[in-house]
Each structure stands twice: as structure tokens, then as C-alpha cells.
């Protein structure tokens, strides 16, 4: 299993995203905030790309090397099948895993 991560901004839809893919199932795991001056830039949420997003569904993360995980609230882990999600990350593009890791620390905060 693969799981590809990428840091997306769209300036049209207002929002950015750290999106994380399995690349077997098609599985998806997105981190998203609104961009500044958004209604909702104050918080994040997190959503399959398809489901309705829920706000502050992780309780904590880390990461260990190219290890991401997530420790997900109730709510969230119903939705994602899992209390945590765990799975090494392979960057898409030019990000490093650096970069991802710095990007998930600057939305969830």
C-alpha cells in the first residue's frame, strides 16, 4: 500500500489542503482549511474529498520519519473506519515530506 501525500492550494474554492491518497484503494484522507479572510479560516476539518468535512476531528499527530498518524475523534474515526490512521507518506511533485509534515502543523493549528 502507497499512500501519496501533496499540498494543495485553490485560491477559486477558497481552501487549501494537505490530501493523502492510497494509491490501491483510492482511499482518501484530506486535511483542508479555508484560506484567509475564509468563514471558516479560523479551524480546520478533515473529509474524504467527498463526505461532509468534520471540524477538529483530529485529536493529535505525529510523525515518526516518513510516518504520518492521527489519532482521530469519535466522529471522525467513524467516518474514516479507524480511531487512528497511520501510513508512510511518498511526496507528489517537488514537496518533501518535510514540507507535507510542515504544512499539516500549519493547518491544524
Do not use: K, N
Not at 473506519?81 to 501510513?87: A, I, K, M, Q, R
Request: aromatic share 10%.
Amino acid at each position: 500500500m502507497a499512500i501519496t501525500a501533496s499540498y494543495e492550494r485553490h485560491p477559486d474554492l477558497g481552501c487549501e489542503a494537505v490530501v493523502f491518497i492510497d494509491d490501491e484503494s483510492l482511499a482518501c484522507f484530506q486535511i483542508q482549511r479555508d484560506l484567509v479572510g475564509g468563514p471558516r479560516a479560523h479551524e480546520y476539518c478533515v473529509t474524504t474529498g467527498a463526505s461532509a468535512p468534520i471540524y477538529g476531528g483530529i485529536v493529535e499527530w505525529r510523525r515518526v520519519d516518513d510516518r504520518f498518524e492521527f489519532a482521530l475523534t469519535r466522529r471522525a474515526s467513524r467516518l474514516f473506519g479507524d480511531e487512528v490512521l497511520s501510513f508512510v507518506v511518498t511526496p507528489v511533485g517537488e514537496s518533501t515530506v518535510d514540507e507535507l509534515a510542515a504544512h499539516v502543523d500549519r493547518l491544524l493549528r
